[in-house]
Each structure stands twice: as C-alpha cells, then as structure tokens.
C-alpha cells in the first residue's frame, strides 16, 4: 500500500507594490522530508503569452519592477527536480492614480474563504473624509451587477467573502478619488 501524497501547491500568494517594485510572497503544501524546491515566477502582461519576466527563486519570495500603468498576471510554480507542483496565479494592476489603494492581496482562510487586504490612500478632501472604500470580488474580470461588494467604513482595510473552492475569482478596490 502506497501512502497519498499531495501534491507541492503554493498557497496565499500576495503582492505588495511599491516604488515600481512588486514583492511576491507565498507559502507551501505538500512537501516530503527534505525536499526544496525552487519557483519559477512568470509576469505577462494580462493577455500576452509571451513572459516579460521569467526568474527563478529558491524561498517563498520574489522581487521585480513593474512600472506601466496596466494588468499583469502572475504565476508561481513549484519545481522539484523535474515536477512541476500546483502554481497560483495573481493579477497585479498598476494604476496611476494617486489616490488609488496600495498593496492590495488576497489570502485564503479557508477553500470556501477569502480576505482582500489593501492600504487605503491617504484622503485629504475634508468633503470625502468619511468616505470608505469598497471592495468587489468577481468571477470575471470586469466589474458587473453578479460580483460581490461591501462597502467599508472609512479606516477599514480588509473585507471577507465566502467564495467556491477551486474557482477563479478577481477583485477590485475602488476608493473616493478628490476629483
């Protein structure tokens, strides 16, 4: 009788994004004993097959620049030897705007449970100060009638939603902009 083994899986993959640098971290299931592996992290702009970065790390953590103002996807593989493990994938906007939401990451709970965390901009129209940000997860990546919203009140930085296990989903944080 053989044992089952599941496979290597990266779990949690979050983003922060700062000074035109995006820093990946995640965590790993599935590993036997001594095993090590490496990650091979692809960037392509969203919709591109072709890698504008393709690096290879050996921890639960990477680093690159990102300075256009667009949508990225990025996946992280886990490799050992010649296996390839369970990758995840993140999509990380860079947006222009000033006053748009930093570091904004996703992080499991549960299969069933997500939490968005993000850092709020700095608001400093005294009309607008009171005002929260909302947070949209969605199973496509356009905002529409069927995502899932909450609105924040104004000094709260994360939201939690039930979601199916195994399924894509994006999100989307829109705060108050002083326009």
């Known amino acids: 009788v053989f044992p089952h083994i599941e496979p ?8 922060d994004y700062a000074d035109g640098k995006v820093t990946l971290s995640w965590d790993i299931t599935g590993l036997m004993d001594e095993e090590y592996p490496d990650y091979d992290v692809t960037v392509h702009l969203q919709g591109e097959s072709d890698p504008l970065h393709a690096i290879t790390v050996q921890e639960e953590k990477a680093v690159f620049s990102l300075t256009l ?3 990225y996807t990025v996946e992280v593989v886990p490799v050992i030897r010649t296996y390839f493990g369970r990758s995840s994938t993140v999509i990380v906007t860079i947006t222009e705007a000033k006053n748009a939401p930093r570091s904004v990451s996703a992080a499991f709970d549960s299969p069933e449970s997500v939490t968005v965390f993000f850092v709020a901009p700095l608001q400093t129209n005294p009309d607008l100060k009171e005002e929260g940000c909302e947070v949209n997860v969605c199973a496509e990546q356009k905002l529409s ?6 609105k924040l009140e104004h000094g709260l930085t994360s939201a939690s939603f039930k979601v199916k296990e195994s399924m894509k989903y994006f999100t989307t944080v829109k705060c108050k902009s002083e326009e």
């Open 8 to 15: 290597a899986t990266v779990t949690n993959l979050k983003f």
């Open 145 to 150: 009638k069927k995502c899932r919203k909450k």
């Open 69 to 71: 103002p667009r949508k």
